[in-house]
């Protein structure tokens, strides 16, 4: 499974960057995270409950972030196990100022699952991962309004 969106994000590119890279702030992003701890640099252990139709479960993951170059690109590694099956993923995420307040955000991501999981079709899986992508970047923009109030 893969696929590719963009979106674009309410902050400039290195308040972005630094939301993007802030752990509590992915942990409040991630549908379902109870638990994100690092483990070493960018490396990171996390416990997730999805409860979407066949991927509902509780997932033990560990979330790696690779090939760094700030402020415009990393590698999202996931792997994931759980009752409902085995995740494999990687995302790669690139950011590209449109201006001092505005910040697009182009991904990709590929996907592998197993166990049960994989014997959903892969239809409802595409929709499961939109339905992921979009709530994480819906939280994500109010992780940046939050962040800027902050200051």
Known sequence: MNGKGSVTLNAGIEKAWEVLLDPEALKNCIMG???????NENKYEAEVSIG????????E?????????KPNHY???????????SVE????????????NKTELNYTYEAE???????????????VAKLI???????????????????
């Open 33 to 39: 995270c109870k638990k994100l701890e690092p483990v």
């Open 52 to 59: 979407i139709a066949a991927v509902k479960g509780k997932y």
């Open 61 to 69: 993951s560990t979330i790696e972030i690779a090939d760094v170059q």
């Open 75 to 85: 590698k999202l590694v996931v792997k994931g196990e759980g009752g409902p099956g």
């Open 89 to 100: 993923a990687a995302g790669v995420v690139d950011l590209v100022p449109i201006d001092d």
């Open 113 to 127: 699952v197993g166990g049960k999981v994989a014997m959903v079709g892969q239809r409802m899986l595409n929709g």
């Open 133 to 151: 992508i979009q709530d994480f970047f819906k939280k994500f923009n109010k992780e940046l309004a939050k962040s800027e109030q902050s200051i």
